[in-house]
């Protein structure tokens, strides 16, 4: 087997930069698929873990489009109508309902946010309960805010890091010329939480002119009821809307789904690109050594051996190519995360790209299966040379 290897590789170095674009073909190949597949564990992964941080199961919003607002909020901006914080009472009331908070979003441009310019998400809150429904939020230093009317705020990690901002520093809401203190900074959570500001509820009512108007109603349900049967009750309020936070995860992935299905296309026909490939440099070899292989059989080679030692040469450029590939996936998943974000109408924190050992053996075991069905063919008419036409230099076509 060390044997038939060695010929096998100094066989494709014969003609090496078309065994090197070879190579190339079945990585770019590799590539694509394994980038494919991690953006699609990846992405999923990324989606349940921002939608579990919100801390809630169903939201409460007036009418208007419901998904635009669940990802707008997903996305850390604001609300795109008000409703009156009063509805809070018949929410509460539900046997389903475990807890709920009221948050009112407002979007202030900041010229200070990049070289441009940028948009700063304030969130008005009521932190008792909204603590209640997302306990996982650490302080990485100071507290909540000391009174409900203060102006005070609570940076998320990213928005305390991007100002520069510690407890005890004054911050000035841009637009607004109101001045807050900062009494707390978030640890770092990977969600939408990182780059938000938070404010007492009453405090950001009152500098937007909304005494009694809130944008979203978070609500947490109790341990295994039933969101349906919630959600039937609840659209009989007036002038809202419910959001399921499940329904917005599945229309997201339906939408991202279509967007998969043309880039496994992509990835099918780049494979069966790299497999031409393999057959072309493969089949191609085998004529251009026509006689030596007649010279072999004549030795006594059996057809079986000259079938493996092809069929070797196959596996080599399909294991060299695959590696390779894998190595580029790994190497620009990060580059890749940053491209697809930019194209996605809505991308979650963490990575997009998740590439596991897993996932590079299905990779690699792919791309390996289908070079070895590649190379059946030039295998088999190599196997099938007859000597002496070999030797005589008859039927190298």
């Known amino acids: 087997m060390i044997t038939k290897f060695q010929v096998a590789y100094k066989n494709l170095w014969r003609k090496k930069v078309r065994s090197i674009l070879t190579v190339i073909g079945i990585a770019l190949s590799a590539w694509v698929l394994i980038s494919l597949l991690g953006f699609n564990r990846g992405y999923e992964n990324s989606l349940n873990k921002d939608i579990d941080n919100m801390g809630f199961q169903l939201m409460i919003m007036a009418k208007g489009c419901p998904y635009e607002a669940a990802t707008l909020m997903l996305k850390g901006g604001t609300g795109l109508r008000y409703m009156d914080e009063s509805i809070m009472k018949k929410i509460t009331s ?125 609500i947490k349900l109790k341990k295994g009821m039933d969101s349906t049967r919630l959600e039937d009750k609840l659209y009989q309020l007036p002038d809202v809307q419910i959001v399921s936070l499940e329904q917005v995860k599945q229309t997201i992935m339906k939408l991202i789904s279509t967007a998969k299905i043309m880039v496994l296309s992509i990835a099918i026909i780049a494979i069966l690109i790299a497999m031409v490939g393999v057959i072309n440099t493969i089949l191609t070899s ?92 030039p295998a088999w008419k190599a196997g099938r040379i007859r000597p002496l036409e070999a030797i005589r230099g008859e039927g190298g076509k």
């Open 94 to 218: 539900e046997p389903e309902v475990d807890k709920i908070t009221p948050i009112l979003m407002s979007a202030v441009f900041d010229p200070n946010k990049g070289e441009s310019g940028g948009i700063a998400a304030y969130f008005g809150v009521e932190p008792a309960s909204f603590a209640a429904v997302k306990p996982f939020l650490k302080f990485k230093t100071g507290k909540w805010f000391t009174d409900l009317n203060a102006y005070e705020v609570v940076m998320g990690f990213e928005a305390a890091e991007l100002e520069q901002r510690e407890v005890g520093d004054m911050i000035l809401m841009p637009d607004k010329n109101v001045q807050f203190k900062v009494v707390g900074i978030l640890e770092r959570t990977g969600t939408q939480d990182d780059g938000t500001i938070f404010v007492p509820l009453k405090t950001l009512q009152k500098i937007f002119n909304r005494p009694t108007e809130i944008t979203t109603i978070g």
């Open 286 to 377: 085998v004529w251009e050594r026509f006689q030596e292989i007649g010279i072999l059989k004549t030795i006594g080679a059996m057809p079986r051996d000259i079938f493996l030692l092809i069929w070797m040469e196959t596996l080599i450029l399909c294991t060299m190519g695959g590696l390779l590939g894998v190595i580029l996936a790994l190497i620009l998943s990060r580059v890749t995360d940053i491209l697809i974000r930019r194209v996605l109408p809505y991308a979650p924190g963490g990575g997009l790209v998740v590439i596991d050992l897993k996932l590079v053996l299905v990779t690699m075991f792919g791309i390996i299966f289908i070079g070895l069905v590649s190379g059946i063919y």
